[in-house]
């Protein structure tokens, strides 16, 4: 009976907060399936009736359509590669024992915690510029013509800045899973003649499968949604325009929120199809 009682009082001061939670996230997402069925132009008379599937034929038939997602899925591929690789070899160099390390981990952590616009115009400003960034001063001290980043290498520069904002965070939870690690394995192996490349690949790396998993499957869900770094360098062009900046354009620029909202549902639809397939092909080392 008691057990009965503290489970239903439990429920009781659990309510207040799972309705809030579901109205937070039900009411933008019912907002956003009605007016994708509206010819809705607030700027053009605001609501000119039903307008069925016209808008999601329209937008998923525009010339923008697939290059949008094809960049979403560079980008968010890219980033993966760089954060992940970039962090394990990170985590390794911090797990070592250094002078100042406390020092060194925060400095390494930092850019996490800093905006996305503001690092962008960082990256923008003082590197990327191609008269007076820092890439261009080395570009002439070694002779070469100096490049410049966001017209000539525009997605590789989107992922390079977003990828510097998320390392920090594939660090922190690789390093976590590092020291983790049983100290004695390893002894043990080096004992045995493995060497530091044996040692790595045979025990550091299948004991780290679970933490790039986390770091995998967290990252891909923010980076879906990559604006700022775009509208404050790029603003979408030279091929940078991702499917969440197409639909902000489709709904301020053009001042059409049935097609943006369209295209909102298209982001919801890709967002779960790659949770889908990242839990079943990588999240299954989360169950080992």
Excluded: C
């Excluded at 394995?185 to 998993?213: C, K, N, W, Y």
């Excluded at 059409?256 to 839990?279: D, E, H, K, Q, R």
């Amino acid at each position: 009976m008691a057990t009965r009682r503290s489970r239903a009082a439990a429920r009781m001061m659990m309510a207040p907060a799972v309705v809030l939670l579901l109205g937070w996230m039900l009411v933008p997402l019912t907002m956003t399936l009605w007016f994708s069925f509206r010819r809705y132009l607030p700027m053009r008379g605001g609501d000119l009736g039903w307008a069925g599937f016209d808008n999601y034929v329209r937008f998923v038939s525009s010339s923008a359509f697939w290059p949008s997602i094809q960049a979403t899925l560079v980008i968010v591929g890219g980033v993966l590669a760089a954060t992940v690789a970039l962090g394990v070899l990170l985590a390794l160099l911090l797990d070592q024992p250094i002078w100042g390390q406390g020092v060194v981990r925060v400095l390494v952590i930092a850019p996490f915690f800093v905006m996305p616009t503001v690092s962008a115009l960082v990256w923008k400003n003082m590197f990327m510029d191609p008269v007076n960034g820092l890439f261009a001063h080395l570009w002439r001290l070694f002779g070469a013509e100096p490049l410049a980043w966001m017209s000539e290498a525009s997605l590789p520069s989107i992922v390079l800045i977003v990828s510097w904002q998320w390392l920090p965070f594939a660090t922190l939870i690789l390093l976590t899973a590092i020291q983790s690690l049983d100290r004695e394995q390893l002894e043990a192996a080096e004992m045995d003649g493995a060497g530091p490349l044996s040692r790595f690949v045979h025990i550091i790396l299948p004991h780290l499968s679970r933490a790039v998993t986390v770091v995998i499957l967290i990252q891909t869900i923010f980076l879906l949604s990559v604006f700022a770094e775009i509208f404050v360098t790029t603003q979408g062009s030279f091929g940078t325009r991702t499917l969440t900046y197409l639909i902000y354009q489709r709904v301020l620029e053009s001042q059409n929120v049935g097609l943006g909202s369209a295209g909102g549902v298209y982001a919801i639809i890709l967002a779960n199809i790659v949770a889908i397939f990242l839990m079943r092909i990588v999240g299954k080392n989360l169950d080992a």
